[in-house]
């Protein structure tokens, strides 16, 4: 895949001021840049683009700047429920709980009754099959609790103060991913009754009981000599994730047929060429931008048209690795009792038909035991496959 073709401008060293600059020393995958404004327009061109990308790597960064020459965030929070904001209630949240106890943070943490949501404390986590840690804490916010479609669960003061912004933040991420959604559901050969359905937005209403949800993620520095996996590699789990982080870490695998965009400059350390070995490559974050991805349950509906890559998250790059890792994501994933089966013509019947539910349980309390990860797999076997 030629570079020219996919990958998107670095951005100046004073994008993020409040950070070191992302350095030139690592390689970074191509992604394709685009265009949220050309997408609102039903822009053609733009809408092929973006189904290339869902075909090719199933990441993409979205541009939310209402101009490509803007460089003000107003209109850019205005398009996402104000995620500026939320970064600032994530970081004091996160500072209220390094002054509890881990009884009281512990309160929070709803994993013994079955649930994903709420509080994961760091090394709460596995990584592989070994049963490394993870190197990082969560708090993932129920979008059901937020706009009133299930009981309200127990949850800091913080956020209970902000439960406003939480659903701005929820409505317009949502929109977000039923425009993504909105352009495979125009492409994609679904059967009749699938259309019948409402196609793919038919089964990711807003106001259904689903799995979607805000997460706030910590990663505190690492040591120089342990920097590695903070976050073992996965594929996510539900349909569409939309991803704000101003820092480095993340990486994608990318598969044989995609080509890393090479370093520009020497000087990358021991650890951080490691971390680059076998398809591993790291994703630059943009400002005015998102990135977007694909899950397992694009995969399965699609027939395996669609890829939901495998990433991971690491230590930053370069001097960004002495800084604290906070990143803003929303999960948008399909209805509770929404079967995961092909709903495209001619696809595959057989085989595994779970409920959405029944899948995010399995993959996201896996996670949280010792000896959970062998069971916990997802889609990564299609994500690795040739390129079409």
């Known amino acids: 895949m030629p570079h020219s073709e996919t990958s998107s401008p670095s951005p100046s060293p004073s994008s993020f001021p409040d950070l070191p600059p992302f350095p030139d020393t690592v390689p970074t995958a191509p992604l394709l840049s685009i265009s949220y404004q050309k997408l609102l327009s039903r822009d053609r061109e733009e809408e092929d683009r973006c189904w290339k990308a869902c075909r090719e790597l199933g990441f993409f960064y979205l541009d939310l700047r209402r101009s490509p020459h803007s460089s003000s ?12 904001q939320l970064f600032d209630v994530m970081q004091r949240l996160y500072e209220e709980f390094d002054g509890m106890s881990e009884e009281g943070r512990q309160r929070f943490d709803f994993k013994d009754r079955g649930s994903y949501f709420g509080y994961k404390g760091m090394g709460k986590g596995f990584v592989d099959k ?4 993870d190197r990082n804490e969560f708090y993932n916010i129920s979008k059901d609790d937020i706009l009133g479609l299930t009981p309200q669960l127990d949850a800091p003061e913080l956020l209970t103060q902000h439960r406003g912004l939480c659903e701005a933040y929820i409505r317009r991420a949502h929109a977000v991913c039923k425009t993504v959604i909105q352009v495979l559901d125009q492409r994609l050969a679904l059967s009749e ?29 690492q040591e120089r000599a342990v920097r590695g996996v903070a976050l073992g590699e996965h594929t996510d789990f539900g349909s569409v994730t939309v991803l704000f982080n101003r820092a480095g870490g993340l990486q994608v695998r990318l598969p044989e047929c995609i080509s890393a965009i090479p ?6 350390s021991t650890v951080e060429q490691e971390l680059c070995k076998d398809g591993w490559t790291y ?6 931008h998102c990135i977007v991805n694909l899950g397992d349950a694009l995969v399965k509906f699609s027939n395996g048209e669609l890829r939901s890559n495998i990433h991971r998250v690491v230590a930053p790059p370069g001097e960004q690795a002495k800084v604290t890792r906070y990143s803003l994501v929303y999960f948008c994933r399909p209805e509770d009792d929404v079967r995961l089966r092909s709903l495209v013509e001619c696809g595959e019947t057989e085989g595994e ?14 996670r ?20 079409k």
Do not use: N, Y
């Open 263 to 268: 370093a520009k400059d020497h000087g990358a």
């Open 73 to 84: 965030s107003a209109s850019v929070d205005q398009r996402v429920g104000h995620a500026g």
């Open 368 to 387: 949280r035991k010792v000896d959970g990860w062998e069971g916990s797999g997802g889609t990564e076997k299609e994500s690795m496959r040739a390129g």
């Open 283 to 288: 994703v630059r974050p943009l400002p005015g």
């Open 353 to 366: 038909c779970v409920t959405a539910k029944e899948w995010i349980l399995r993959r996201a309390l896996g």
């Open 193 to 221: 009754s699938a259309r019948r359905g409402g196609g793919l937005a038919g089964v990711h209403r807003l106001d259904a009981v689903s799995g979607d949800q805000i997460r706030f993620v910590r990663a505190p520095p």
């Open 130 to 133: 070994f049963g490394t840690r």
